[in-house]
T-cell receptor
């Protein structure tokens, strides 16, 4: 099936530094999403993005978070500065035809903030 | 807000056993309901979805029926195989803002022994 790639698979970073998580969505998809999963907890929605804009974000999407997708490149989640509670697995997803369409997920980036 | 409850955190079965994973939801209107499966090192992948009361979703021998009356979408399989070992997530997409936000349950770890 369609594949979403995420780079890197693992990232260890010191608290206060900036980190950028990269997502290579399915090539013709138009809607992009980030989810966060803390170890042992459920996956939670962070944000979704369409046509260059954030459509909806949750309360987990703090001011230190930002997303963008410059033309033809990765869909990125940037955290600046990082905090200890940002340690989690971050999943990217994309969908083709709109919010009710099937979302395809990447394998996740495991972020550890020390 | 919307929520999804999976009763079983872990299920251990032998091959050819019958599987039931319970999923109940809370949301207004008629949300779309999903079952996702996640294998080690991968992101969640869609098993199937259902959008209307009494609609049955199915894939690879797994099935679930949308029940608006009991707000349930229980996953069943008549005869499990060792290869079915994975984490199973029930999820919903609400009808409110219609931005594609998925709300996940905590997940159920299924282990099938030969």
């Amino acid at each position: 099936g369609p594949k979403v790639l995420q780079i890197p698979s693992h990232q260890i970073i010191d608290m206060g530094q900036m980190v950028t998580l990269n997502c290579d969505p399915v090539s013709n998809h138009l809607y992009f999403y980030w989810y966060k999963q803390i170890l042992g907890q459920q996956m939670e929605f962070l944000v979704n993005f369409y046509n260059g804009k954030v459509m909806e974000k949750s309360k987990l999407f703090k001011d230190q978070f930002s997303v963008e997708r410059p033309d033809g490149s990765y869909f990125t989640l940037k955290i600046q500065p990082t905090a200890l509670e940002d340690s989690a697995v971050y999943f990217c997803a994309s969908s083709l035809a709109g919010p009710q369409d099937t979302q395809y997920f990447g394998p996740g980036t495991r972020l550890l903030v020390l | 807000g919307d929520s999804v409850t999976q009763t079983e955190g872990q299920v251990a079965l032998s091959e050819e056993d019958f599987l039931t994973i319970h999923c109940n939801y809370s949301a207004s209107g008629y949300p779309t309901l999903f079952w996702y499966v996640q294998y080690p090192g991968e992101g969640p992948q869609l098993l199937f979805r259902a959008s209307r009361d009494k609609e049955k979703g199915s894939s690879r021998g797994f099935e679930a029926t949308y029940d608006k009356g009991t707000t349930s979408f229980h996953l069943r399989k008549a005869s499990v195989q060792e290869s079915d070992s994975a984490v199973y997530y029930c999820a919903l997409s609400g009808t409110g803002a219609n931005t594609g936000k998925l709300t996940f349950g905590h997940g159920t770890i299924l282990r099938v022994h030969p």
